[in-house]
């Protein structure tokens, strides 16, 4: 239902843009959401677009990383720059039908994509 891609590997400073496919099934009462885990971590909210249209980014991404749906598509992006070796991890893309925007927290039943890879290097 949710399928990323768009992960890579790229030097500090450099930009990528993930890319998650979503069903047409959640048109825009879905929330839709970035997360990422990287090894030994939790996972994490990175961006969040509520199905209000509202966004929320995790504050260490503030100003580097983008939010961005094309509806024609069915399709969430991020755009992440200026990336940094702290950035690596797994990257997910979750759909659900309720979420609380401000903690970056999905709930009910919830869609997750099989993850694309993010790796900075120094």
């Known amino acids: 239902q949710v399928v990323e891609s768009g992960g890579g590997s790229v030097q500090s400073g450099g930009s990528l843009r993930l890319s998650c496919a979503a069903s047409?099934?959640?048109?825009?009462?879905?929330?839709l959401a970035w997360f990422r885990q990287a090894p030994g971590k939790e996972r994490e909210g990175v961006a969040l677009?509520?199905?209000?249209?509202?966004?929320k980014y995790r504050e260490s991404v503030k100003g580097r990383f983008t939010l961005s749906k094309d509806n024609d598509k069915n399709a969430l992006y991020l755009q992440m720059n200026s990336l940094k070796p702290e950035d690596t991890a797994m990257y997910y893309c979750?759909?659900?039908?309720?979420?609380?925007?401000?903690?970056?927290?999905?709930?009910?039943?919830?869609?997750w994509g099989q993850g694309t890879q993010v790796t900075v290097s120094s």
């Open positions: 979750a759909a659900a039908p309720r979420c609380i925007v401000d903690t970056l927290m999905l709930y009910g039943n919830e869609y």
């Open positions: 047409e099934y959640f048109g825009n009462q879905y929330c």
């Open positions: 677009l509520g199905n209000s249209g509202r966004s």
